[in-house]
Structures are given as structure tokens and as C-alpha cells.
């Protein structure tokens, strides 16, 4: 099973960037999926989170201004990043719970991080 996101780059304030993730290989189902981001010096923390029936939960910090979503046919999870601080400048990483068809039991899966910076 692989995670690989994309989107992620450099972006003035107030500007806006979209990130992917897909998850890919042998996946029997999904459950949750979501985003965290960690700075420089600071832990690694969640931003966002969907379930497989679309509940979300998001971080105090990004509420109002991100948007998870998710098209369980392609596997693929997003995050709409609206109002962008420079705050919000970290590496952001893709997760996912879940099957798969080889093996018994859920697993947590890691994408290997997109860079976001944001300029003030």
C-alpha cells in the first residue's frame, strides 16, 4: 500500500493551494483518511479528518478556511487550503485507516509529505 500526495508548494498570504493524496495497492476498504501537518520544532499535529461517510473534524486553526473531502472511488482524499497564514507553513502528511485484501486486521498508513510554505 502506497500514500502519495501532491498539490503542496510556495504561496503568498491569503492565497490558496489544493493537496491530493491517493492511496493505491492492495486496499480492501478505507476508513478514515486525513491530513496532518508538522513545522519546524513542533510535533506533528492532526489538521483534518474525514470518514468514509463524510463526517469531518478539523483543527481550531484551519476551521473556515480548510475543506477535506474525499472520492472513495479513486481512494483519493483532498484538502482545500483557502486564507493561507504563514503559520500554516509545514510538511503536510496524508493518512489513511485501513483493510487490505492480503492481510487480516486495520493498519495505518503514512504518505511521505508535501511542503507547504507560505510567504507573508
Known amino acids: 500500500v502506497q500514500l502519495v500526495e501532491s498539490g503542496g508548494g510556495l504561496v503568498q498570504a491569503g492565497g490558496s493551494l489544493r493537496l491530493s493524496c491517493v492511496a493505491s495497492g492492495s486496499i480492501f476498504s478505507i476508513n478514515d483518511m486525513g491530513w496532518y501537518r508538522q513545522a519546524p520544532g513542533k510535533q506533528r499535529e492532526l489538521v483534518a479528518v474525514i470518514t468514509s461517510g463524510g463526517s469531518t473534524n478539523y483543527a481550531d486553526s484551519v476551521k473556515g478556511r480548510f475543506t477535506i473531502s474525499r472520492d472513495n472511488a479513486k481512494n483519493t482524499v483532498y484538502l482545500q487550503m483557502n486564507s493561507l497564514k504563514p503559520e500554516d507553513t509545514a510538511v503536510y502528511y496524508c493518512?489513511?485507516?485501513?483493510?487490505?485484501?492480503?492481510?487480516?486486521?486495520?493498519?495505518?498508513?503514512w504518505g511521505q509529505g508535501t511542503q507547504v510554505t507560505v510567504s507573508s
Open positions: 493518512n489513511a485507516d485501513l483493510t487490505q485484501t492480503v492481510l487480516p486486521g486495520r493498519y495505518d498508513y
